[in-house]
């Protein structure tokens, strides 16, 4: 653990870990160290004392959370292939990055961790200020839940080598270029 | 079937069964006949195709969704007495009213089933702009989840004698003088 | 200033004025002393330290806030004479209540303070964890925003000798029966 | 106006026209043209009945909205020079884009147009289901509303030549790869 953990209030901090779900990590992870990088920082935040938070896609039956109007989300409404992709062992988080003693799990049903979710609710009620990010995909999850992060006045740290995109130019734009103006840049090794 | 639910359009109706919990049925319900009176209102609810959401109480492990700081709930999260309310077969919703079919449940961890859930996401996903609810207590689910509902236009009704109160004369003030003027008041039998 | 007050944490104590507009006022306060007790209790909070907050019902010309469903606005937008108990000098805070020094107003256009305004985010960026209600009505803008605080996990205390309803039987039975399960109740004279 | 604009229902249709107040626009707006490409977009919207919403930032005296926590926004509270940029002629909306007749305005203290303010009442109040974006900057105001539009289900598209960024790289990363994921890109000709 390096310094700049220590510059964290490990009670009040939380790791969000994000839409490391099976289906989406062997779409998405082409850099085969990330996940070992990603449990790595699980694993220390855990020993530090911060509150790990796993985020997570998952619907009910026939999906009620999702809109037929819904350009984004229809598709997995509709077609069978894609719903799999968030059903059964498909769906579940990566073993790599698996949920352990008192982690919190919070699924969701739209882009960004606190949309229709108790994850504000959490956070608060838990004195949490400072959110440390990591996840699938960059422009997805990660994107969406800094923003709202940043609009609800919590303190962002994001875990760039632990995100990825379908598109690494994509990447690389958002967490050289957009990121940084939003929140602290980090890397796996940092932490 | 009367002719007043005639005048809903069940596509875009939800009945909301709230807090229908087994210990809190316990606790509040005296009049022995109204678990069958609610019963009746679901069945026929499902039947004229409305949406059946169930609403009810439950925490993870630890409840981290309870903040120590809460006067209200933080008995809950402190007492293993009032945490057996919400856990294992107390905490499930009444045999006489529990999901069937296509029902929705919704977990909350507040008073009012807007708060901290995917009520309103699903909701609208669905198009359902007319809400009936029922539910224990009259003033606590009931009173905060009708007030949240007005205030985001949702049409609302009240089946007034399918709600009970640890005190009647709340139960009756409430009833007959603070929900008429944000919601049409029906009875079982109306329905 | 008596002992309890001392018991707040003013600087991170708000006091929410409610709906005291000049019409509102003609229409529901029938104590001809409420207005200078409630005037007392702004002015106290004021000299502790406290951020006195004052909230009104407001609208944009054409009222675009209001939808054409909403049983309960559509009247105000449909109707010249309810809109004018919102609109030039009626709809003002009464001058006996009127905004000083850094007090901050908040226009809301539903029940609830919350509702679609700002008051939540101007509450947390100010670290304020305790909320003393008043205001007419009681079971109207006091009522619900008793229940959103609370919700919100805002430790709330109610000036019941501040608030006023239509109907004398209604104000006494929340603020005897209903308001003391979600709050402290206190009067102005113990603030 | 093309056959693109026909496709639009304009009663439920608003284009949102976000943050172009006069010192913004000096600061990021290099394309000298697209003042008068925004402006015949809000010239067609109104002509087709479509609903004109501006959207600017703004704060109270003392800008008690804003935390002393946020490293984004504290800048602005805390140095006189941040703070002159939304104060008086420099924080009013261009004059070229200024509102006119039935046009809203929704004043915002945060990144999204929808955080804390009453954007999401007024579009769901008017059954609005459309939305059509523009503004600056691109990674700002116009990527933070997008995301919280698409969460929240509304359709949407963006007028790509109506945006701007400080950093070109930036405006176009986000414009041609992360923007077409989630919405339907425009140009103001197209329109």
């Known amino acids: 653990m390096t310094a700049q953990i220590a510059s964290f209030d490990p009670g009040r901090t939380a790791v969000l870990s994000m839409d490391y779900q099976t289906a989406i990590v062997s779409m998405y992870a082409k850099d085969p160290d990330m996940l070992a990088r990603a449990a790595g920082v699980l694993r220390r935040a855990r020993s530090s004392g911060m ?10 039956p026939n999906l009620p959370e ?21 059903e059964g062992p498909a769906g579940d988080i990566h073993p790599a ?12 049903h739209r882009v960004s961790a606190f949309t229709g979710t108790d ?40 875990i760039g080598d632990c995100c990825e995109d379908r598109e690494p130019e994509v990447h690389t734009c958002l967490v050289d270029k957009v990121f940084p103006h939003y929140s602290t840049l980090m890397t796996a090794a940092d932490f």
Chains 1, 2, 3, 4 share one sequence.
Not at 51 to 60: D, S
Not at 76 to 82: A, I, L, Q
Not at 119 to 144: E, F, K, W, Y
């Open 119 to 158: 994850l504000d609710m959490i956070l608060r009620a838990n004195d949490i200020g400072t959110l440390i990010l990591h996840g699938i995909a960059t422009s997805g999850v990660v994107l969406a839940t800094l923003l709202d992060a940043v609009d609800a006045d919590y303190r962002t740290f994001v």
């Open 51 to 60: 509150q790990v938070i796993h985020v997570r896609v998952g619907f009910r």
């Open 97 to 108: 990055l698996a949920p352990e003693g008192n982690d919190i799990v919070v699924v969701k």
């Open 66 to 86: 999702i809109s037929a109007r819904s350009s984004l989300f229809s598709a997995v409404k509709n077609s069978e292939k894609h719903r799999q992709i968030f």
